[in-house]
């Protein structure tokens, strides 16, 4: 198993992981627009900033390495680090936009479903494909009557938490799936707080690193930096593992 989760080391099951390579999937294209500085394109902004202010060969390189401990089974687990716990939060974030598209009404490209587009919207996605997928990505992770965070628990909330109806509009509740998500991996937040930690004197830094239990080197373990020119490879060769995975 390749990722420290909260429930121990594990890869990606089934339905996370088709949900895991579509975000992702999308991220390559955009990333790629970006390094290419196609005409329209912006800048990539899942809203992590220890990923966005990363350079295209970069983001791609992590996302890689992210994505092959997740996906695959390696000998050792990933270090964690606020690098790629990050990624990780950005990938999830990058879902949550495209639900956004989806309950305005906007375009958005087809998730990947075994490793392909998925086929019964090629060209023009349904107006629920991403949330059918978060749904069936929670629900492999909570099945109802198993946890207390599936639709059984939505009289308990005032029916703000839960797996909302697949048509539901309401940004809030699909946040909190996609963040319910995202927990299965990671553990807290600490990576958000980079900029607070990195920017203090090192010796309230190392105060504030130990009372939040965060390992010495975490906010140091920097992103690889590979030339520019393999930007192609890197990229070929993350796409080829989210259809073979």
Request: charged share 25%; with cysteine.
């Amino acid at each position: 198993m390749t990722w420290q989760t909260p429930a121990g080391d594990r890869t990606l099951t089934v339905w996370e992981s088709r949900l895991f390579r579509s975000s992702v999937d999308l991220l390559i294209d955009q990333i790629t627009r970006q390094n290419r500085g196609a005409p329209g394109s912006r800048l990539v902004n899942t809203g992590v900033s220890l990923f966005d202010q990363l350079s295209s060969v970069q983001q791609i390189a992590v996302l890689s390495d992210v994505t092959r401990h997740l996906l695959c089974s390696t000998i050792t687990p990933a270090e964690l680090n606020a690098t790629n716990e990050g990624t990780v939060y950005a990938v999830y974030r990058n879902v949550m936009d495209q639900i956004d598209f989806e309950i305005m009404g906007l375009p958005t490209p087809c998730p990947l479903i075994d490793g392909q587009d998925d086929t019964t919207a090629q060209g023009q996605l349904a107006s629920c494909a991403w949330r059918a997928l978060v749904s069936e990505a929670y629900l492999e992770r909570f099945p109802p009557g198993e946890s207390g965070l599936d639709t059984e628990a939505d009289d308990l909330f005032d029916d703000d938490f839960g797996l909302p109806p697949l048509d539901c509009d309401d940004e809030d509740r699909w946040d909190f799936v996609i963040n319910a998500l995202a927990d299965e991996i990671l553990w807290d937040r600490d990576f958000e707080l980079s900029d607070l930690v990195l920017d203090v004197d090192p010796t309230r830094a190392a105060i504030m690193k130990q009372q939040l239990g965060i390992d010495n080197d975490y906010y140091t373990d920097i992103a690889d930096d590979p030339r520019d020119e393999d930007f192609g490879v890197l990229q070929q060769s993350l796409k080829t593992m989210l259809r073979q995975a």
